[in-house]
């Protein structure tokens, strides 16, 4: 009887009109394998074209006077005058040039000092005793503010100004620095010093790959500090540079050669990010992965 049951349920059942299941059909929740993984180069080209596009509407039209926003003809009329050299004032390669040198050797020197006092504040309690007070203390500070002791101190040549661009840029490479240290697991840690390793070693082949990518990172930060120091550090008695060609043209109310001071300056910083994020793909390449 009971057989019989059970055989009259399979019939029923069978007759009924369900889908089958197909694994493949399933809706998806994301496009994506990660979260915002995908190419957005169109979407930032489309982003800049749409902007321009806005700019030059605005300042045609006369909505805004040229005074407040130059239109992007009259700016690049002014690059392209700095650019060959017939502007009644340095050449834009000559400030380009004054820039550079002043950034990317105060970037290169924080850089230096910044990643080994960064991984030792991760890895010893009396580097980071003495380093984590002093970074802290004058890391909030604005560059401005200590500006005028440095000028005091070190006078008016290229060392104040440098060295205004490498306080900007020391603590962000240290203090990420000293967050990558924190990424080597005890585990690793554990089965380096099993193996023999000393502690040399361990910091070597184990801390200094895991800290990679938030150094990395941090340089990142840093060069956008040096670059926004820039301009007050070429405040300095200077006559050479982008910032103080854009501090120059502002006393004179030249707004098409301010706005294209600014987008050279930005250009710069992005071109260099670029170079930033193509190294770090490189160096990297498990980071997000893992």
Known sequence: MLELQWSLLADEMSTLDVPAT?????????????????????????????????????TNAGWVKPLFLPSPQAVWQQFIAYLTGQANDHSLLQ??????????????????????VGLGMGVSRVVRGIADPVLEFYRPLPPLAYLPLIIIWFGIDELPKVLLIFLSCLAPVALASRAGAKAATLEQIHAAASMGATRWQVVRHVIVPAALPDILVGLRIAIGFGWTTLVAAEMVAANLGLGQMVLNASNFLRTDIVVMGILVIGAVAFAFDLLMRAIERRLVPWKGRV
């Open 22 to 58: 197909d694994a493949k059909a399933a809706p998806s929740t994301s496009a994506f394998a990660e979260p915002g993984e995908g190419n957005a180069t169109l979407i930032s080209v489309a982003t800049i074209a749409a902007l321009l596009l806005a700019w030059a509407v605005v």
């Open 95 to 116: 400030h380009a040039t004054a820039s550079l040198l002043r950034v990317f050797s105060a970037f290169a020197l924080a850089a230096v000092v910044g990643i080994p």
